[in-house]
């Protein structure tokens, strides 16, 4: 079965600071990987994915995130925060062995003071 | 295209009472998914389709919940009886034919059950 994990519930950092988001996941096969971002009262919006290649995917806003196979993990990152980056952050793994579904972590609210 | 469209925004019912919620996948898209978030469960998978045909539905968590999709434009999710516990946001997401490719959710549906 396919899992992720998003360890962290909620992120403080400055405004100007580097940001981090943490994101693990289990796969029994290749792993399809997605962040997506919710602001307040919206749906979920698509950032950026890890299909295959490059390690560091770029994605929208600034935001990109690194494949890291041997930790199992994906985490999104921004050099510097902007008090708009404020929202729920969602991790998200696909293993097409598994099936077609999308399997999200339980988010991390991103809070960005000015 | 206009994205994933899903109505009503806003629904607040007795319990007891048949609700019925919508949604408008993206045209050519032949995925379409609904989820359930809550703050205590995060974001389920309730069931998926693809080319109208319900793949899993095992994320339905009573027969009280039945979903349909007549067509490729259209799709239902239907309580009845609906009950306070069934409060939530409703998803709507769509996407194509692909394990790289990223799902599109509308912007949800809010139900109450008083």
């Known amino acids: 079965a396919q899992s992720v994990a998003q360890p962290e519930d909620q992120v403080n950092v400055a405004e100007g600071n580097p940001l981090t988001v943490k994101c693990t996941y289990s796969v029994s096969g290749n792993p399809y990987l997605f962040w997506y971002v919710q602001y307040p009262n919206r749906g979920l919006q698509f950032l950026l994915k890890?299909?295959?290649?490059?390690?560091l995917v770029k994605g929208s806003y600034g935001f990109e995130a690194e494949f890291n196979k041997s930790q199992t993990s994906f985490h999104l990152k921004k050099p510097s925060a902007l008090v708009s980056d404020s929202a729920l952050y969602f991790c998200?793994?696909?293993?097409?062995?598994?099936?077609?579904?999308?399997?999200f972590g339980g988010g991390t609210r991103l809070m960005v003071k000015p | 295209d206009a994205g994933v469209i899903q109505s009503p925004r806003h629904e607040v019912t007795e319990m007891g009472q048949e609700v019925t919620l919508r949604c408008k996948p993206i045209?050519?898209?032949?995925?379409l998914f609904w989820y359930r978030q809550t703050m205590m469960r995060g974001l389920e998978l309730l069931i998926y389709?693809?080319?109208?045909?319900?793949?899993?539905d095992s994320g339905m968590p009573e027969d009280r919940f039945s979903a349909k999709m007549p067509n490729a434009s259209f799709s239902t999710l239907k309580i009845q009886p609906s009950e306070p516990r069934d409060s939530a946001v409703y998803f709507c997401?769509?996407?194509?034919?692909?394990?790289?490719?990223?799902?599109?959710f509308g912007q949800g549906t809010r139900l109450t059950v008083v």
């Open positions: 890890y299909i295959t290649g490059d390690n």
């Open positions: 389709f693809n080319n109208n045909v319900p793949i899993d």
């Open positions: 045209s050519g898209h032949d995925y």
């Open positions: 997401a769509s996407r194509e034919t692909g394990g790289y490719t990223e799902a599109f």
């Open positions: 998200a793994v696909r293993d097409l062995s598994a099936g077609n579904m999308l399997t």
